[in-house]
């Protein structure tokens, strides 16, 4: 079909390995267990290919769809079981490395594009599909190429090691770091580099097979991952199914060397993989524009039994002779944020003083957007903001609120107000209702402020809230950072609590005024004095409502 001109969309199952190498070995299925049902192999034949609109993240709202809780298909104690298996084998010579997986499963119903949508938005990846295959749906948000062949030429890109997100950019940098710096990750994606050169060796002209990167980094919504890049030339007249002969399933999801660990792999794991560790992806008719054929490597990937209303999630990771199980745990409930994250559309902000000398911490204010735009993949012309800045700046020597506004898509917009002084002291209540310090959104000024006007409307006899996180430790309040001073000293939470790290607090801390450490809300009542403060209104006083604590008028 795909030589007459059709277009060819579909998936094959893990399962298919066998067909292209009888040296495979697979779990069987069991049928009894309808997820089981997803055929090895499904293709839908197109006469078209049709242009669409990238995902726009839902308005708030309700959820169009529900999900159970994803329970895992093995216990904590199995899992720890298996690592230390896979180290026995490992020690006895039967493998290097062993891609070990497990399977969540939930109960769904509602609609599938709808989180499909989520999940797409909560990775950013490059290779998403959504496939509908009649009583199933494919929901993949994979960050994987397994390979894309343009003319004759083919292009591979392992990913093996993943470590989290930081959640505001200096931790994110060191997150990243760590990773290029693993030499267990290296080792294990360098190791799966050898077996595709291998593999692709069988179906390239000699000589041809290439590294072009190894081990490079590429950031996703909740995670760093390490890729390397292998590109050959392909023999002449090599076909798409030559191609899956000689890479199927790739390297990256089973290990090395790739026919005896997928045996350990089939005797240890609880269940077939199904679509998870296959492939997805299409074949384009000759002479079209888009490559001859590309496919993804099917992690990240939710199958979805419309009949029984039953969803599974497979995830794992590669386990070598240094792999711990428990950062290998860790690593796991990372790759599987994606199903849980419900990102709804916001845009960056930041606000700006304004008086008769012109902005205050201009520079400091744009360096937060900036780097906030760049963790978010959100476009951001740096020059262009301080232009409209400039040209919309508030006229007059009034004290003003200027608010610049940074949407994904690189648009921005200014809005001033003039400032009215808040009478002080600022009178502040302790809400309960805990932030989680986890939550990326904390350490990023958005326009998604619901956390902080649900707990400030529970106290509206008081000017603003100190909000606490799961720990018990003190955070923020709704509009600024917040000082409390014990011995003499003041002191203001540290961003690991879960803050904003504001200009004017980080100001202070530059200058000596201010240092860091963990508060406790049930310190609060032996302060000295209590402070709040950002950029506009500056540094404030503040008293606990009921409470008999002295304010400071200013620091010490």
């Given at each position: 079909?795909?030589?007459?001109?059709?277009?060819?969309?579909?998936?094959?199952?893990?399962?298919?390995?066998?067909?292209?190498?009888?040296?495979?070995?697979?779990?069987?299925?069991?049928?009894?267990d309808?997820?089981r049902?997803l055929?090895?192999?499904?293709?839908?034949?197109?006469d078209?290919?049709?242009?669409?609109?990238?995902a726009?993240?839902r308005?708030?709202?309700?959820?169009?769809?529900?999900v159970?809780?994803?329970?895992?298909?093995?216990?904590?104690?199995?899992?720890?079981?298996?690592?230390?298996?896979?180290?026995?084998?490992?020690?006895a010579?039967?493998?290097?490395?062993?891609n070990?997986?497990?399977?969540?499963?939930?109960?769904?119903?509602?609609?599938?594009h709808?989180?499909?949508?989520?999940?797409?938005l909560?990775?950013?990846g490059?290779?998403?599909?959504y496939?509908?295959?009649?009583?199933?749906?494919?929901?993949?948000?994979?960050?994987?190429l397994?390979?894309?062949?343009?003319?004759?030429?083919?292009?591979?890109?392992?990913?093996?090691?993943?470590?989290?997100?930081?959640?505001?950019?200096?931790?994110?940098?060191?997150?990243?770091?760590?990773?290029g710096?693993?030499?267990k990750?290296?080792?294990?994606?360098?190791?799966?580099?050898?077996?595709?050169?291998?593999?692709?060796?069988?179906?390239?002209?000699?000589?041809?097979?290439?590294?072009?990167?190894?081990?490079?980094?590429?950031r996703?919504?909740?995670?760093?991952?390490?890729?390397?890049?292998?590109?050959?030339?392909?023999e002449?007249?090599?076909?798409v199914?030559?191609?899956?002969?000689?890479l199927?399933?790739?390297?990256?999801v089973?290990?090395?060397?790739?026919?005896?660990?997928?045996?350990?792999?089939?005797?240890?794991?609880?269940?077939p993989?199904?679509?998870?560790?296959?492939?997805?992806?299409?074949?384009?008719?000759?002479?079209?524009?888009?490559?001859r054929a590309?496919?993804?490597?099917?992690?990240?990937?939710?199958?979805?039994?419309q009949?029984?209303g039953?969803?599974?999630?497979g995830?794992?990771?590669?386990?070598?002779?240094?792999?711990?199980?428990?950062?290998?745990?860790?690593?796991?409930?990372?790759?599987?944020?994606?199903?849980?994250?419900?990102?709804r559309?916001?845009?960056l902000?930041?606000?700006?003083?304004?008086?008769?000398?012109?902005?205050?911490?201009f520079?400091e204010?744009?360096?937060r957007?900036?780097?906030?735009a760049?963790?978010?993949?959100?476009?951001?012309?740096?020059?262009?903001?301080?232009?409209?800045?400039?040209?919309?700046?508030?006229?007059?020597?009034?004290?003003?609120?200027?608010?610049?506004?940074?949407?994904?898509?690189?648009?921005i917009?200014?809005?001033?107000?003039?400032?009215?002084?808040?009478p002080?002291?600022?009178?502040?209540?302790?809400?309960?209702?805990?932030?989680?310090?986890g939550?990326v959104?904390l350490?990023?000024?958005?326009?998604?402020?619901?956390?902080?006007?649900?707990?400030?409307?529970?106290?509206?006899?008081?000017?603003d809230?100190?909000?606490?996180?799961?720990?018990g430790?003190i955070?923020?309040?709704?509009?600024?950072?917040?000082a409390?001073?014990?011995?003499?000293q003041?002191?203001?939470?540290p961003?690991?609590?879960g803050?904003?790290?504001?200009?004017?607090?980080r100001?202070?801390?530059?200058?000596g005024?201010?240092?860091?450490?963990?508060?406790?809300?049930?310190?609060?009542?032996?302060?000295?004095?209590?402070?709040?403060?950002?950029?506009?209104?500056?540094?404030?006083?503040?008293?606990?409502?009921?409470?008999?604590?002295?304010?400071?008028?200013?620091?010490g």
């Amino acid at each position: 079909a795909v030589a007459d001109g059709a277009w060819a969309d579909g998936i094959l199952s893990y399962e298919a390995a066998p067909a292209f190498d009888r040296a495979l070995t697979v779990r069987r299925r069991e049928f009894d267990d309808p997820l089981r049902l997803l055929p090895l192999l499904w293709f839908g034949i197109f006469d078209r290919r049709e242009e669409m609109e990238p995902a726009e993240p839902r308005q708030e709202g309700p959820t169009p769809f529900t999900v159970s809780r994803w329970r895992p298909s093995v216990s904590r104690k199995d899992y720890d079981a298996a690592i230390d298996h896979i180290h026995e084998r490992i020690g006895a010579g039967d493998t290097y490395q062993v891609n070990y997986s497990l399977r969540l499963k939930a109960s769904i119903s509602g609609e599938t594009h709808e989180m499909y949508r989520d999940l797409a938005l909560a990775q950013r990846g490059p290779f998403n599909v959504y496939l509908d295959a009649g009583r199933f749906r494919i929901l993949s948000a994979s960050p994987e190429l397994f390979f894309r062949i343009e003319d004759d030429n083919i292009v591979t890109r392992p990913m093996k090691g993943t470590i989290r997100r930081g959640r505001w950019p200096e931790e994110d940098a060191v997150m990243a770091e760590r990773l290029g710096a693993s030499e267990k990750d290296r080792a294990e994606n360098l190791m799966i580099v050898d077996l595709i050169r291998n593999d692709l060796g069988k179906i390239a002209v000699p000589g041809s097979v290439d590294a072009t990167a190894l081990c490079d980094l590429e950031r996703f919504e909740t995670v760093w991952q390490m890729t390397s890049t292998i590109e050959a030339k392909l023999e002449a007249g090599t076909s798409v199914t030559d191609v899956l002969g000689a890479l199927f399933p790739s390297g990256s999801v089973t290990g090395a060397p790739k026919p005896s660990t997928m045996k350990i792999i089939a005797d240890l794991e609880a269940d077939p993989r199904g679509a998870y560790c296959g492939a997805i992806g299409y074949l384009a008719p000759p002479g079209s524009d888009m490559p001859r054929a590309s496919f993804n490597v099917a992690i990240r990937t939710v199958v979805v039994d419309q009949e029984e209303g039953v969803a599974e999630y497979g995830v794992g990771g590669g386990i070598t002779w240094d792999s711990n199980s428990g950062s290998e745990y860790d690593e796991v409930r990372a790759k599987a944020e994606v199903l849980t994250i419900r990102r709804r559309d916001f845009a960056l902000f930041e606000t700006l003083l304004h008086d008769a000398d012109g902005y205050h911490l201009f520079d400091e204010h744009l360096d937060r957007l900036e780097a906030s735009a760049a963790h978010f993949g959100f476009t951001f012309d740096r020059a262009a903001a301080q232009r409209e800045l400039v040209m919309r700046a508030p006229q007059g020597s009034g004290r003003h609120r200027v608010r610049l506004v940074a949407e994904r898509d690189g648009s921005i917009r200014v809005e001033h107000q003039p400032l009215a002084p808040r009478p002080q002291p600022i009178r502040l209540a302790v809400c309960e209702a805990a932030v989680d310090s986890g939550d990326v959104l904390l350490f990023h000024k958005t326009t998604h402020r619901g956390a902080y006007e649900q707990r400030a409307a529970r106290h509206p006899d008081c000017d603003d809230v100190i909000l606490v996180n799961e720990r018990g430790e003190i955070t923020e309040t709704s509009v600024a950072n917040v000082a409390v001073q014990f011995d003499g000293q003041w002191w203001t939470p540290p961003l690991d609590s879960g803050c904003l790290p504001g200009t004017m607090r980080r100001r202070l801390l530059e200058e000596g005024k201010l240092k860091e450490r963990v508060i406790a809300s049930s310190e609060l009542q032996a302060a000295e004095a209590i402070a709040v403060l950002n950029s506009v209104q500056g540094w404030q006083t503040a008293v606990l409502a009921g409470g008999s604590l002295r304010s400071a008028s200013a620091m010490g």
